[in-house]
C-alpha cells in the first residue's frame, strides 16, 4: 500500500504522532512529512495538535477525502471536472490500471447508454468503477444490477426511499417525494416516478474473461432539479437539503465491491430493491416491444416479461413502467 493511502488509514484513528505514523508505516519522518504536505496541498486539511496528526473535521470531496475512512481497494482520481469519467476509467483500464474510482464534481460530455446524454453538473455524485473481474463477458450484466443495488442502498441510507428499474436507473416514487419537501412542480412519467441515477456499464475482453470493466455512476446528489431533464430528480430536491455526498459515495463503492465479491447476494438484493417486479410494462427492445407483467430477474440480468402468453426474456432495451402492480 502506498505511504499516502497508509497515512490516511492511520488518521482514521485521531491524532498519531509523526514518530509513531513512521514506525506504523515503515518509513522515515521526512516521508512522513512530506505525504502530510501532500495530502494538505490536495485541501485535506491535516492539522498538527499537541498529540500528533489528525485528520481534518470535515473531509473534503476530493480524492484523499473520500479514500479517508473508505473501507475498500479502490484507489480514487478525482477531478473538478472531466468530459466522462467512464471515458477517464476507459483511458485507466488501457493503460493497465485497474481497482479505480474515477470522480468528477461536474461532467461536460457525460453519457447515457446508447451514447445519449447525461446532464453532469457540479454537485452530483459522477463516478466509474474500473475494475478487472474474474469473470465470462456474459455475466458483466450481474455487475449492472450490483450497482443498481448498491446505489439505491446509498440513496436510501441518504434517507430517500429509491427503488430500482431494470435494467439500470434508480428512481423515486410520488410517494416517496411527497414525504419529502420537494422543489418545485412534479415532472414525472405515466407512473409518477422520477429518475434519480443511472448506470453506464462498459467492458472489453474475450468470451472466457472480462479484461476490464467499468461501472459508471451517476447520482443527481445536490443538484437543482430545474437544470435536470423532465422526469428527473435529485436527492436534495426530495429531501429539502444537501446531502453528504462523500458518504454517499464511500457507501455506494462499498457496497459495490461488497456484493460483487458474493455474487450469490446480488439476485435476492435486487429483486427486495426493484420497483420493476410485479409492474406491468413496456420494454422496448433490439428486436421490438414486450409489453406484460415483469415476473422475475435472472442470472445475469435479464428480465423475465409474461405477456399474458408466454413468458419472454428480455436481455437489454429500455424499460417504462405503465402502472403499479395493486392499480
Ligand atoms: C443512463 O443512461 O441512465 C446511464 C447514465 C450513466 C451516467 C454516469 S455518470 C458517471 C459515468 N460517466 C458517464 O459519462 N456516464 C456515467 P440511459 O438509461 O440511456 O438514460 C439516459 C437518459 O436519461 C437521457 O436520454 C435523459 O432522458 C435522461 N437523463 C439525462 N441526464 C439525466 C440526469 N442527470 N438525471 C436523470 N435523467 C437524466
Request: proline share 6%; with cysteine.
Amino acid at each position: 500500500m502506498d505511504t499516502r493511502r497508509a497515512l490516511l488509514d492511520a488518521l482514521t484513528d485521531g491524532p498519531v504522532s509523526g514518530p509513531e505514523l513512521a514506525a506504523e508505516l515503515g518509513v522515515s519522518r521526512a516521508a512522513v512529512w512530506k505525504a502530510v504536505e501532500t495530502l494538505r496541498d490536495e485541501g485535506f486539511a491535516v492539522k498538527s495538535t499537541g498529540d500528533g496528526y489528525a485528520p481534518p473535521t470535515e473531509p473534503p470531496y476530493g480524492a484523499a477525502g473520500i479514500e479517508f475512512g473508505l473501507n475498500v481497494p479502490y484507489t480514487v482520481e478525482y477531478h473538478d471536472a472531466l468530459g466522462s469519467t467512464n471515458d477517464r476509467a476507459r483511458e485507466l483500464a488501457a493503460s493497465g490500471e485497474s481497482s479505480v474510482a474515477v470522480v468528477a464534481d461536474e461532467q461536460t460530455g457525460g453519457r447515457g447508454r446508447l451514447e445519449r446524454e447525461w446532464t453532469a453538473p457540479s454537485g452530483g455524485v459522477w463516478v466509474s468503477v474500473l475494475t478487472s473481474p474474474a469473470i465470462p463477458t456474459s455475466h458483466a450484466p450481474v455487475c449492472t444490477l450490483a450497482a443498481a443495488v448498491a446505489t439505491t442502498d446509498a440513496c436510501r441510507e441518504a434517507g430517500v426511499d429509491a427503488g430500482i428499474k431494470w435494467p439500470n436507473d434508480v428512481l423515486v416514487g410520488r410517494e416517496a417525494r411527497d414525504a419529502g419537501r420537494g422543489d418545485g412542480e412534479p415532472r414525472t412519467n405515466e407512473r409518477g416516478d422520477q429518475k434519480l441515477a443511472g448506470i453506464l456499464t462498459e467492458m472489453e475482453g474475450e468470451a472466457d474473461r472480462v479484461s476490464w470493466l467499468v461501472v459508471g455512476v451517476g447520482i443527481n446528489a445536490n443538484v437543482d432539479v430545474g437544470v435536470l431533464p423532465d422526469g428527473a430528480t435529485s436527492l436534495s430536491a426530495v429531501r429539502g437539503e444537501p446531502v453528504d455526498r462523500r458518504r454517499l459515495l464511500q457507501r455506494l463503492l462499498e457496497r459495490y465491491q461488497e456484493l460483487t465479491t458474493m455474487p450469490d447476494r446480488i439476485l435476492p438484493a435486487w429483486r427486495e430493491r426493484a420497483e420493476t417486479l410485479g409492474a406491468s410494462v413496456r420494454v422496448d427492445t433490439p428486436d421490438g416491444e414486450v409489453c406484460g407483467t415483469a415476473v422475475d430477474i435472472e442470472f445475469p440480468g435479464q428480465l423475465v416479461v409474461d405477456t399474458g402468453d408466454e413468458c419472454v426474456r428480455v436481455h437489454a432495451g429500455d424499460c417504462e413502467h405503465l402502472r403499479p402492480a395493486t392499480e
